[in-house]
């Protein structure tokens, strides 16, 4: 993860834990293709029109809010490449009015024009601004069951766990073993078909961001899905030729599946922060003097202009704010790693953070 990246991570919570009440809370959300005259024209017109709020006090935020943002709109000489985020207004606590004039310059193009007044800001376009671009689909898959999951850089979501009724294997001879086995080998295939039907259902939407889909779990289930499961062709051609074996069919078994799926995709950054880490131990080990850990050594060498890589375990992340001006002056490399990864448990092992040096 970027430094970037992990101060908007950042600002975006500071923004979600702020509460008001009505209509305290303007959101306004500018995209580069807009044009600032008739953003300010647009914000005047808001601000006319505010005088019809009924409510004073509402009434008084909403036209404080459009003030504000008018003052600065008409100070830009030249328009952000990726356009303006406002986030203005009141919280009240106790008694007491704490002023919000949080200007956000995206790190990706603002994809639409946005107003809104509210009690809560609108951070949907801005959070996802934080994820990254890539998706991995992982598809866990054992007769009768199938568990789904998109990971996200290093952070894995579950978005389905579902069973479908498979009949039990028999013992019983003759006639009525075959007409039960044909029957099993029938609803297997509708299983197979059900799990087309979710991935379409999930992913033709946006397939363009999906990189991958790994199939995982059963081995000979996967192969057998592939070869008689209908899915929409588009999807199918995002499947993976490796298939991962696991054991459990769940949530854990999709934690179990990301580790060897960032070896078969090897442009995830889960794949890049292993690397890292294993590189950072290859030096840890042959004693090189390349390689540093502990809070103050990294940071003495960091503030030298020693520091080639920064990594840095989440947990410890709000580190970043502190260091974000030598980092980008020294144009140190950030690598955030996630706490849920066998990286991130063994970096934690060395205090939180560690760094490869240049010298």
């Not at 908007?8 to 807009?34: C, D, E, M, N």
């Not at 289930?221 to 074996?245: H, Q, S, W």
């Amino acid at each position: 993860m970027s430094a970037e990246r992990q101060q908007l991570k950042k600002k975006v919570s500071q923004l979600k834990a702020y509460k008001g009440r009505h209509s305290s809370f303007t959101t306004l959300y500018i995209p580069p293709t807009k044009n600032l005259i008739e953003v300010i024209n647009f914000v005047k017109a808001e601000l006319a029109g505010s005088e019809n709020i009924k409510s004073k006090a509402n009434r008084k935020n909403v036209q404080d809010n459009l003030s504000a943002i008018l003052t600065e709109l008409t100070k830009i000489k030249e328009f952000p490449e990726n356009g303006l985020a406002f986030f203005y207004g009141f919280e009240e606590e106790g008694g007491t009015n704490t002023e919000i004039r949080e200007l956000v310059i995206p790190p990706s193009p603002v994809s639409q024009f946005v107003y809104l007044c509210g009690r809560e800001f609108v951070i949907d376009e801005l959070e996802g601004m934080t994820l990254p671009k890539s998706l991995v689909v992982i598809c866990l898959i054992e007769g009768g069951k199938v568990t789904i999951g998109y990971l996200r850089g290093k952070h894995m979501e579950m978005v389905l766990d579902e069973d479908f009724y498979i009949i039990g294997k028999t013992r019983a001879g003759g006639q009525s073993a075959k007409r039960y086995l044909r029957l099993r080998e029938e609803k297997m295939v509708e299983f197979f078909n059900f799990v087309g039907r979710k991935l379409d259902d999930l992913l033709l939407e946006n397939l363009d961001n999906v990189d991958a889909i790994v199939l995982g779990g059963n081995t000979i289930r996967c192969l057998e899905f592939l070869d008689k499961g209908n899915m929409d062709y588009r999807v199918r051609e995002k499947i993976a030729d490796t298939i991962i074996p696991v054991s459990i069919i769940d949530e854990t078994g999709l934690f179990q599946a990301m580790k060897e799926a960032s070896r078969v995709l090897k442009e995830t950054e889960i794949y890049a922060e292993r690397q890292a880490w294993d590189s950072f131990m290859g030096d840890v080990m042959k004693g090189s003097g390349l390689v540093t850990y502990g809070k103050t050594e990294v940071l003495e060498a960091l503030h030298q202009g020693r520091v080639a890589i920064l990594m840095v375990v989440e947990d410890n992340a709000d580190i970043i704010d502190d260091l974000y001006d030598e980092i980008s002056t020294f144009r140190t490399e950030l690598m955030v790693f996630s706490s849920q990864t066998e990286s991130g448990a063994q970096l934690k092992g060395f205090g939180g953070i560690a760094a490869r040096l240049r010298y």
